[in-house]
């Protein structure tokens, strides 16, 4: 299993980045299409609840140069869902991630909130949880996504605040 924490710093105050960033849908497909490289980026669904809880659920396919182990056992593309639930009483994002293949071998998941850091600033910590239980090269493939993970974040930390800077926000 791999757990680890990931920190970004933003350029915005805590209540614009959860309400005209990370819900904001042109923020969403633009982060994923333009600055991930992903092939496909989906809104599936996008509920606002009772209390102001937030819903969410995404389809990506990332683009990937997957190591060939990985290649192999997957055999090709890959898409995933994340589906997560925001608590506007905690301002906590929770996310679960389902694969298109071996998601019974497969499990991800994470946590984050935003932290204020100064005027106009924050830091998102996210706290992330793989596991790949297959044998003999679970390790691997928990690696390779572990790395993407860590690039994608750092990708999207210079978008984001590109974005926020474009925005006026």
């Keep these: ?8 710093i933003f350029e915005t105050d805590k209540d ?34 009772p209390g102001g809880v937030r819903t969410r659920r995404i389809r990506t396919e990332p683009k990937s ?19 997560g639930r925001w608590d506007p009483s905690t301002s906590i994002w929770k996310y679960t991630i389902t694969t298109s293949k071996l998601s019974d071998k497969i499990s991800i998941a994470g946590t984050f909130w935003v932290e204020p850091r100064g005027d106009k600033r ?12 297959i044998f003999g090269v679970g390790g691997t493939v928990e690696g390779f996504i572990e790395k993407t993970t860590r690039d994608s974040y750092a990708k ?5 605040n590109a974005f926020i800077r474009e925005k006026g926000l």
Excluded: H
């Design 156 to 160: 999207t930390e210079a978008f984001t």
């Design 122 to 133: 924050i830091e998102r910590i996210c706290e992330n949880d793989i596991q790949v239980k």
């Design 1 to 8: 299993m791999a757990k680890f924490t990931l920190k970004n």
């Design 65 to 83: 140069e997957a190591p060939a182990v990985v290649t192999k056992l997957i055999g090709g593309d890959i898409s995933y869902t994340e589906e």
């Design 16 to 49: 614009t980045f959860w309400a005209k960033v990370f819900f904001d849908e042109e923020y969403n497909r633009r982060l994923y299409l333009e600055a991930l490289g992903f092939k496909g980026y989906e809104l599936l669904e996008l509920k606002e609840l």
